[in-house]
DNA sequence: TGTACATCAGTGAACGCGCGTTCACTGATGTAC
DNA sequence: TGTACATCAGTGAACGCGCGTTCACTGATGTAC
């Protein structure tokens, strides 16, 4: 209900978008509650009315990032078509297309140094962004017999960890290398021959 | 020969190295010029001497980071073993094995945000690593038919994403998820995996 | 071996800066009557 | 509809801090003669 609020109408909310568009432009370390305060056309002391201080701004871009996170994945699983090979590597592309797309929540989320602990709230949102990949994992690792079948924390873990390097590697302009393939092809590929190489896809 | 040289003998090495424990303890960005200085018993205009600033000293940091990383995995690419495949898993195993014993340098090299071209040496450095875990596998590949051989490029670029997202997900303290399992072991069978979608390892 | 000099690594004081945070305040908004 | 009051979002000035960087200097080391 606070659609047009007090003085401001919603600096909270404001707070959170400017320190995005700052992180996105200067990363996580760039950003300065001062400078969010200033882009929203505030007094950084106005800032100590909504949250607690600079860490906490930080901590809210981070929990909203999880949310939408989630979401996103969670809908490309659930509308990711018949298979739950089909789901799973929806789920995948929902990965890439979060980092993508929300370039500031991202590096909120992973690359602020900001404890998962920090708050309960942000635990919750980044306990159900890994539970949506991981139950993707399981569906999809469930069609393998059991005796062959990953630990589904395992199985989503490797996801993970090849979906965040790549992101880290060859998503940004920055450092490792310059991308010798598009990052989509590139993780569309990878997790490709790690799929075949549990069997989940045919050995072609 | 500058073993111990003028006043202080070795500054430039001194101001490297507290660089380094630096970053360990407080990441690439709570590190400063002024504290690296004060830990190695110097003004912090000392530091002017040897470095033009801030930035030069922590692309020195990722410079010798880079050779460091290139050596280890350069021989543990030789001394890996008779046939391509346990070269290559030697050198995957340099690979975290490095992020796990120079923590410093490795932030400095890959969370820093330090242009790789800051520097044309450093640009040098990081090709050579690049350049080593490519030769690895364009020579591991090579024991597939041709017409089923992926671009060394990406495949090594695969490798190199799964790796820096084991390190940065889960061979950290900080953020994503608590591991769930070891980080060599998550490595090691996701690489394992992945060889064998290729075709490189034996479907058991 | 001894003296005069040049070099240059490191000093110490100073700078301007932007940071996060605090505090007593002010003034627009919402509420009671 | 109009007035009196309470609320509380945002102000503005101030704080102490540590940062990176500059500058003229000093004093130990190395070199020439």
New interface residues.
């Given amino acids: 209900m606070p659609k047009r609020g007090y003085h401001h109408g919603n600096l909270r909310q404001a707070l959170v978008e400017a320190a995005l568009t700052l992180i996105e432009a200067k990363?996580p370390?760039g950003f300065t509650l001062s400078e969010a305060a200033k882009s929203a056309g505030v007094t950084p002391a106005a800032v100590y009315r909504h949250f607690s201080g600079r860490d906490e701004l930080i901590a809210e871009v981070a929990l909203q990032g999880h949310r939408i996170f989630a979401d996103l994945m969670g809908f490309a699983y659930d509308n990711g078509g018949p298979s739950p090979l089909s789901a799973f590597e929806s789920t995948g592309r929902a990965y890439l297309a979060f980092a993508r797309k929300h370039p500031g929540h991202y590096m909120a989320?992973?690359?602020s140094?900001?404890?998962?602990n920090a708050n309960p709230e942000l635990a919750t949102a980044?306990a159900r962004s890994?539970a949506i990949l991981e139950r993707a994992a399981a569906a999809l690792s469930e069609q393998l017999p059991p005796e062959k079948r990953?630990p589904a924390?395992?199985f989503s873990?490797?996801i993970?960890?090849?979906?965040?390097?790549?992101v880290?590697?060859?998503a940004r302009g920055?450092?490792?290398?310059k991308a010798?393939?598009p990052p989509e092809d590139?993780?569309e590929?990878?997790i490709?021959?790690?799929?075949?190489?549990?069997?989940l896809?045919p050995?072609d």
Same sequence: chains 1, 2.
């Fill in positions: 990363g370390t989320m992973f690359e140094g900001i404890s998962i980044a890994s990953p924390a395992m873990a490797h993970w960890a090849m979906s965040h390097g790549v880290e590697l060859y920055a450092p490792g290398a010798p393939f590139l993780l590929t990878g490709g021959i790690y799929l075949r190489g549990l069997g896809l050995q």
